[in-house]
């Protein structure tokens, strides 16, 4: 297992890490030469673009946006389910449609209909006087990151139900039955019982999202293609590679993606196990 992952992981990230110390071209990559950590901190290195720096920015506030809503639907959701019904099979089948659908069809469908002339959203928000005109949802800067954030809570949000689902149907039913026989108030319940113990469950769910919002792509090239607003680390590591041809600043960008990854990850892992000790203390 461990040489399996070596092969098809660790060589591909070796290998980008040595064309980040080269100024390979796309259209030529085997004509390169060492230049050693240029692209990184050279003259137009990556960490010396503002561009990179607001993808970073565009990047961090996405992933944290749509994992907190997420979360918070895909609680409530769970709880819903959780209660004992006929309906429960088939709730839970309709929950997962919009993860099943493939994300960039999903951000074409949710871009036809957030389109400011023929989108039906638009069209019926104005008939109902919600707005006076139709709104540019993915073309406006300040409602662009809003509405690939909205998109991505529709599809996503039944993968955060049903991680929790599972978590909360591992709580021991004899904590409610005695919390139900001295009388605790259903909030006082979910608080000191429910949510301490689902929190575990909880964590890993968010760190999945996490890790993939902070490497989002396809939802953000589809709906807004490389817009600078909405600009997040995968869309410029691909603008530069296969728009600029820049083999090395483009690795160079995708090792910094995967720094970011890491240590945004590994912070939120050990902050989250030390709330989770906490909580079950």
């Not at 918070?72 to 819903?80: E, M, Q, R, T």
């Not at 259903?186 to 769910?205: K, R």
């Not at 490389?226 to 041809?245: G, H, P, W």
């Not at 090792?255 to 902050?271: E, K, N, R």
Request: aromatic letters at 12%.
């Amino acid at each position: 297992m461990l040489l399996l992952l070596l092969v098809i992981a660790g060589w591909p990230l070796a290998r980008t890490l040595w064309f980040s110390l080269t100024d390979a071209q796309l259209s030529q990559l085997g004509d390169w030469h060492f230049i050693g950590l240029d692209n990184y901190l050279g003259e137009y290195g990556v960490l010396m673009d503002a561009g990179w720096w607001q993808s970073v920015f565009t990047t961090l506030r996405f992933a944290l946006l749509s994992v907190a809503i997420e979360t918070v639907l895909g609680l409530g959701v769970a709880l819903l389910i959780n209660h004992p019904s006929r309906l429960r099979t088939g709730l839970r089948a309709a929950m997962l449609l919009p993860w099943a659908i493939p994300t960039v069809v999903s951000a074409k469908m949710w871009s036809w209909m957030l389109h400011d002339q023929f989108g039906i959203l638009n069209h019926y928000m104005v008939a109902l006087g919600i707005l006076s005109a139709p709104l540019a949802w993915t073309a406006d800067p300040n409602l662009s990151l809003f509405a690939i954030v909205l998109v991505d809570v529709w599809k996503t949000t039944p993968f955060m139900a049903l991680l929790t689902l599972a978590a909360l149907q591992m709580v021991p039913s004899d904590c409610y039955e005695a919390a139900r026989v001295d009388g605790v108030k259903p909030l006082a319940v979910f608080w000191h019982i429910t949510l301490p113990l689902i929190l575990p469950g909880l964590a890993v769910a968010m760190i999945f999202r996490m890790l993939d919002a902070l490497r989002v792509f396809d939802v953000i090239y589809v709906m807004t293609s490389n817009a600078r607003e909405t600009k997040s680390m995968s869309v410029y590591v691909r603008e530069q590679l296969i728009d600029f041809q820049q083999v090395g600043v483009g690795s160079a960008a995708a090792m910094l993606l995967f720094f970011t990854i890491a240590v945004v990850t590994v912070t939120y892992a050990v902050a989250m196990r030390s709330r989770v000790e906490k909580a079950s203390g």
